[in-house]
């Protein structure tokens, strides 16, 4: 703790995991004597940079930016760029630290990256994003690679700012390299799917846990936080489903629709428009809004999916959401509940699904995009979901049978850290003292 004194977020990722770990070094303590936690929890590199560029207004601008590199024992680093005013070092390393378990869950051959900037994206002109994403890559060239790091996008990242790195990357390195950035759009190398893979692996994954229990989507009334791009693609699969969402957010507010959520309102508002989602009621005049985002928890429900940021759900609302009879929560976000929110779920015999496993279908279909640009050609829309069902469906099983193994069967905090830890180690056993 010493050791990385300000870095809360980070010290709150590494607690939860080493916590998980506990049963399992009871069992198998070659990990201790290898020193495995402390070479974990230090990332191979981390690298912060300045990122000066012009405004609309001709002001000089300058944010910082970050990637750290965090594990390569399985494969090349692999994980999304933040374009956000809250990030920092501590929020990077988290995500990073975060990765690796989630990578290692997948199945697929990638290592464990993650980077940012302190840049507001919001109110910004699309030529003030475009001259911010060129020269943030001007200086990021120069540490990644298809073999070497692949970002993708996270929040304030999306195909649009994908689309200007890309470009810029291809011309200081003056050749096609289309496995360098993943989320692309489809006409530059990007997977079909990619942009709904991580909210609908998210709820294929709760779909799992609940059917376990026979409980189902269908008739379930369903609370989605945020409204961006994991959000969105939740909401989408819970209502095929047959869920009825009725709760969206974004960081001003929440609505409550319990006619439904009408996801093609939220997709003009967020995707087309950039709009707050405040302007829903005025579309749908039956629906109500509340100002502050948190508050979203205390509406009643079946099935909580926070899909917004970190530390979204706090002790109060996870007592909140018990009270109210919540049967199952799953983390479309990172880390979204905090640590005193999952230990309420799990004194509750809530079913609870962590982020590193639910959302885990993003950075999948990542890997998919990947493969797909090394071989030159491009999958279905329709086998890159098939592939993102089987990927769920297989953490689901792995995380299960591990917290079988070492807790309780549905403990799967537990059990997904186990998973994903087990093989990054032992491969990094393998690799020798390095
Ligand atoms: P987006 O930027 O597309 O959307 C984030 C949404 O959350 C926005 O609607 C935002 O509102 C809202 N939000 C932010 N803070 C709060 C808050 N305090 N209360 C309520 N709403 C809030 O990001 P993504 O959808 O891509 O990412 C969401 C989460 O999922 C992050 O934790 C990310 O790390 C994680 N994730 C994303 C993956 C991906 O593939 N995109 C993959 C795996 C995990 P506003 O517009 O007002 O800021």
């Known amino acids: 703790k010493t050791r990385f004194e300000h870095e ?161 990357y291809k011309r200081l390195r003056g050749m096609y390299e289309a496995g360098v950035l993943t989320g692309k759009d489809p006409v530059s190398g990007g997977s079909l799917g990619r942009k709904e893979a991580t909210g609908y692996g998210t709820v294929y994954f709760v779909n799992e846990m609940i059917t376990d229990k026979q409980l189902c989507f269908a008739g379930s009334r369903i609370v989605v936080s945020g409204s961006g791009n994991v959000s969105i693609y939740a909401m989408e699969k819970a209502m095929e489903l047959g869920g009825q969402v009725i709760a969206c957010s974004d960081s001003e507010g929440y609505v409550v629709d319990y006619n439904g959520i009408c996801l093609e309102t939220v997709k003009k508002l967020k995707e087309n428009e950039g709009k707050r989602i405040r302007e829903y009621i005025k579309h749908h005049p039956d629906a109500y809004f509340f100002e502050d985002g948190q508050g979203i928890w205390s509406v009643p429900c079946d099935i909580a999916l926070p899909c917004a940021t970190e530390n979204e759900l706090d002790e109060m609302a996870a007592k909140i959401l018990v009270a109210n009879g919540v049967k199952a929560v799953g983390e479309g976000a990172n880390m979204p509940s905090t640590k005193e929110a999952v230990a309420v779920f799990q004194e509750n015999q809530v079913l609870f699904a962590p982020g590193k496993a639910a959302n885990a279908g993003g950075v999948a279909v990542s890997a998919l995009e990947m493969a797909q640009n090394s071989m030159r050609l491009s999958w279905t829309a329709e086998e890159v979901d098939q592939r993102l069902q089987e990927i769920m469906k297989e953490i689901y099983k792995e995380s299960k049978a591990c917290a079988l193994t070492y807790a309780d069967q549905d403990n799967l905090v537990t059990g997904a850290n186990i998973a994903g830890f087990k093989k990054v180690a032992d491969t990094m056993i393998m690799q020798g003292v390095i």
């Open 8 to 168: 809360h977020e980070f010290i709150q990722a590494i607690e939860e995991v080493f916590c998980s770990l506990i049963p399992l070094f009871a069992k198998e303590d070659h990990y201790i004597e290898q020193a495995i936690l402390e070479r974990i929890v230090e990332p191979e590199r981390l690298v912060s940079f300045r990122v000066p560029w012009v405004d609309d207004d001709h002001n000089i601008q300058i944010n910082r930016g970050f990637r750290v590199q965090f594990n390569s024992a399985i494969g090349p680093y692999k994980g999304g760029l933040r374009f956000h005013p809250s990030v920092n070092q501590s929020i990077i390393k988290f995500l990073g630290f975060e990765q690796i378990f989630k990578n290692s869950l997948t199945g697929q051959p990638i290592g464990a990256g993650k980077g940012g900037a302190d840049f507001d994206p919001k109110g910004k002109s699309d030529q003030e994003i475009m001259r911010f994403c060129q020269s943030f890559m001007t200086e990021l060239m120069k540490h990644i690679g298809p073999n070497t790091d692949v970002p993708a996008g996270d929040i304030g990242v999306g195909a649009r700012e994908i689309g200007y790195m890309f470009g810029q």
